[in-house]
C-alpha cells in the first residue's frame, strides 16, 4: 500500500434558509448560510467503500430545515447549537461536529417588510465533541471608512519602496472579527452588539499610526468591554484610496479626490487573548 488515511471529515455547505417568525404585531426575518462538518468514523467508506457509517449530506441539509422550524429565530449560536447536539445525539460514528453559520443583514421598514442591508454578516461557529461545545462568533465584512486621523510613516524602506510617507490618508477596511466565549452560558446577543460597538468606537475615535496598531486596538477594546470573549483574531484588509495626481490638469489636489482599489491590497491580522 502507497500510503494510509491521516484524517478525514464531510459535509454539506453554504446550506441556504430563510425563516420568519410570524408574531402577531410583526414579522421578524432570518435568513442564514449553513455549513455542516463531520469527522468520526468514516475510514470504511473511503478505504473499502462501505457507507453504513456515512449520514448523507443531503440529510444535513434536511435537518437544518426541520430544525429551523423549532428555532426561536433569535440568537444564531442557539441554532448552531441544536443542531451539533442532534447530530452528536444521533450518530454515536461522529467523534466532532462543526456547524458554521453566516447570518445576513435584513433592515425593518415595517412590522412585515425589510430591505437589504449592507453585506456584514453576523458570524459563528459551534464545534461539538462529546465533553461539551466550543462557541466562536463572530462579524465578517463590516465596511469602515474615515476620512482623517490616519497616518503612515517612519516604516522601513529599501530600493524597491516607492511609497510616500503620510500624515493624512484615508483610511477603509472591511473587518473580519472571531472571538472564542469562554463558555456557553453567555448572552450572545449582548456579546455580540457590545462587541460590535467596541471595534467601532476605537476605529471612529483613535488616531492610528498604522493598520496594525488599530487592529491591535480593537482586540484590547473589545477583551475590555466583553469579559465573556476569551480571545479574539482580527482581519483588516488595507482598501487603498490613492490620492490623485492632478497636476498634469494644472489643479491642486488637497486630499480631495482619490481613486479607490480593491486588489491587491494589505492584510493585517492581530490575535490576541486574555492575559492570565
Not at 524597491?160 to 472579527?177: F, G
Amino acid at each position: 500500500m502507497a500510503g494510509f488515511l491521516d484524517g478525514n471529515s464531510y459535509g454539506k455547505s453554504r446550506i441556504r434558509v430563510v425563516k420568519v417568525t410570524r408574531g402577531a404585531e410583526r414579522h421578524d426575518l432570518n435568513e442564514l448560510t449553513v455549513n455542516i462538518q463531520f469527522e468520526g468514523d468514516f475510514d470504511a467508506v473511503h478505504i473499502a467503500g462501505d457507507n453504513r457509517n456515512v449520514l448523507p449530506t443531503d440529510t444535513m441539509r434536511n435537518t437544518v430545515y426541520a430544525l429551523a422550524k423549532d428555532w426561536s429565530g433569535e440568537q444564531i449560536e442557539d441554532f448552531g447549537c441544536q443542531l451539533v447536539e442532534h447530530f452528536l445525539g444521533r450518530n454515536p460514528q461522529i467523534a466532532r461536529v462543526r456547524v458554521a453559520i453566516q447570518q445576513s443583514h435584513w433592515l425593518r421598514m415595517g412590522s412585515q417588510a425589510f430591505t437589504k442591508g449592507s453585506e456584514e454578516q453576523r458570524l459563528t461557529q459551534i464545534t461539538g465533541v462529546g465533553g461539551g461545545v466550543q462557541i466562536e462568533s463572530g462579524i465578517e465584512n463590516l465596511v469602515a471608512l474615515k476620512t482623517t486621523g490616519s497616518s503612515f510613516e517612519g516604516y522601513k524602506k529599501d530600493r524597491y519602496t516607492t511609497l510616500k510617507e503620510t500624515s493624512d490618508r484615508i483610511l477603509a477596511t472591511a473587518i473580519r472579527a472571531n472571538w472564542r466565549y469562554s463558555s456557553s452560558d453567555v448572552e450572545f446577543g449582548r456579546c455580540w452588539r457590545e462587541a460590535r460597538e467596541a471595534i467601532l468606537k476605537t476605529f471612529t475615535e483613535r488616531d492610528s499610526p498604522s493598520v496594525q496598531h488599530t487592529a491591535y486596538a480593537m482586540g484590547n477594546a473589545v477583551l475590555k468591554a466583553v469579559p465573556e470573549i476569551a480571545g479574539i483574531r482580527l482581519s483588516l484588509p488595507n482598501k487603498h484610496c490613492l490620492l490623485v495626481d492632478l497636476a498634469p490638469f494644472g489643479l491642486d489636489n488637497p486630499n480631495e479626490i482619490f481613486v479607490p482599489t480593491d486588489e491587491p491590497h494589505g492584510l493585517i491580522e492581530v490575535a490576541m487573548r486574555r492575559a492570565g
